[in-house]
């Protein structure tokens, strides 16, 4: 089965940077390069929010509004890992981040998406704490 594990997270104060990856393993057939990836965040008493995906060339992406322009998502298939460069943080950043991939090949190669649902694989997620 895939295993997914997030790093990166920590505490960080008000207009840093962190740097999230999420390695991926255990593939039994295709490789990291024929799934989707998505970034999901829950903050206590909040529903899971979608941040970023990411299509299996990587060439597409979609950022939540909330975002955009200060997350950026990338992977590097040939390392099976993706991330999530975070920049400018902010105190409603402050969430648990899960990195999740859904098979997309074929007709949805080409495609990335925002509703957890169509995930079919989570890691358990890093802490990301921004806080003066």
């Known amino acids: 089965q895939l295993q997914l594990v997030e790093s990166g997270g920590g505490l960080v104060q008000p207009g840093g940077s962190l740097r999230l990856s999420c390695a991926t393993s255990?593939?039994?057939?295709?490789?990291?390069?024929?799934?989707?990836i998505g970034w999901f965040r829950q903050a206590p008493g909040k529903e899971r929010e979608w941040v970023s995906c990411i299509s299996t060339s990587g060439d597409f992406t979609k950022y939540a509004d909330s975002v955009k322009g200060r997350f950026t998502i990338s992977r590097d298939n040939a390392k099976n890992t993706a991330y999530l460069q975070m920049n400018s943080l902010k105190p409603e950043d402050t969430a648990m981040y899960f990195c999740?991939?859904?098979?997309?090949?074929?007709?949805?190669?080409?495609?990335?998406?925002?509703?957890?649902?169509?995930?079919?694989?989570w890691g358990l997620g890093t802490q990301v704490t921004v806080s003066s």
């Open positions: 999740a991939l859904k098979s997309a090949v074929g007709i949805l190669y080409n495609r990335c998406f925002q509703s957890a649902d169509e995930y079919d694989s």
């Open positions: 255990g593939f039994k057939g295709p490789t990291l390069n024929y799934y989707a």
